[in-house]
């Protein structure tokens, strides 16, 4: 462990870990949800006679709606799609992922969220959701954890992941931080690649269906197999990161 946290600050030309805030992804870590998004967009584009791959969107996970129904047209039609079609399928997509959604929280999420408050670190959420109820829901599972001032939604970025404009948006509403006052806790292969462009330290929580190899790609320093696994090691990784130098 602190190996991967010393490599991390020399690949990065730092000197050492400053930490103030933890950036969390939402869908896959906080809450059990992307089975249902898998569901409602594979449907989706069934109904419309358009194909796609196994698992194709836990890879997509993160981008912004209309980048991922723009790969599903060109693949298909050759072309983008028209923006009163991508609100119509977009509309459809959400109405069915209401209808599939759980809304079961992520074993461990809670345990996680707990115990970075209680280290007087900032939790941040970077989020490609553009739900219009998705404050209010996260105040009930997640009580007092996050605020409008620390949540990056699909409406604060013109550049979805894997672009890092989010987390780069989400370091400044961390309190203007640099990229080694935080460490980003996600779990698709997008995101991931977002908050290694973005130059922040990434740990992986393999909630889904692709492999390990897939979020080390990506760029993770670290995959764990569960927010549960996660919450049992994060405390070291966070006394670390108060140790270890370049």
Do not use: W, Y
């Given at each position: 462990m602190k190996e991967i946290l010393i490599d991390y600050l020399q690949r990065n030309r730092l000197h050492r870990f400053d930490l103030k805030a933890v950036i969390f992804d939402m869908d896959g870590v906080l809450y059990d949800?992307?089975?249902a998004h898998d569901r409602s967009w594979q449907q989706t584009m069934d109904e419309l006679g358009l194909t796609h791959e196994p698992n194709e969107f836990y890879l997509h996970e993160g981008r912004i709606g209309k980048a991922t129904i723009d790969i599903?047209?060109?693949?298909?039609?050759?072309?983008?799609?028209?923006?009163?079609?991508?609100?119509?399928i977009y509309a459809r997509k959400s109405e069915?992922?209401?209808e599939y959604n759980s809304g079961d929280t992520m074993p461990g999420s809670k345990e996680v969220l707990e115990y970075v408050q209680r280290m007087k670190l900032t939790p941040v959420l970077v989020t490609g959701s553009g739900q219009p109820s998705l404050l209010e829901r996260l105040?009930?599972?997640?009580?007092?954890?996050?605020?409008?001032?620390?949540?990056?939604?699909?409406?604060?970025?013109?550049?979805?992941k894997p672009d890092p404009e989010p987390f780069v948006k989400g370091l400044q509403k961390g309190g203007e931080l640099q990229p080694h006052q935080a460490i980003v806790i996600e779990n698709a292969p997008l995101g991931i690649e977002a908050a290694?462009?973005?130059g922040i330290?990434?740990?992986?929580?393999?909630?889904?269906?692709?492999p390990d190899n897939i979020l080390y790609q990506?760029?993770?320093?670290?995959?764990?197999?569960?927010?549960?696994e996660l919450s049992e090691v994060l405390p070291e990784i966070i006394?670390?990161?108060g140790e270890v130098t370049a």
């Open positions: 949800s992307m089975p599903i047209f060109q693949r298909n039609l050759k072309r983008d799609a028209a923006e009163e079609e991508e609100k119509r069915l992922f209401q105040d009930h599972h997640f009580t007092g954890c996050f605020t409008p001032e620390t949540m990056v939604t699909a409406f604060d970025v013109v550049n979805g290694v462009g973005a330290f990434t740990i992986a929580v393999n909630t889904g269906p692709l990506a760029g993770a320093s670290l995959v764990f197999d569960s927010m549960h006394r670390l990161t």
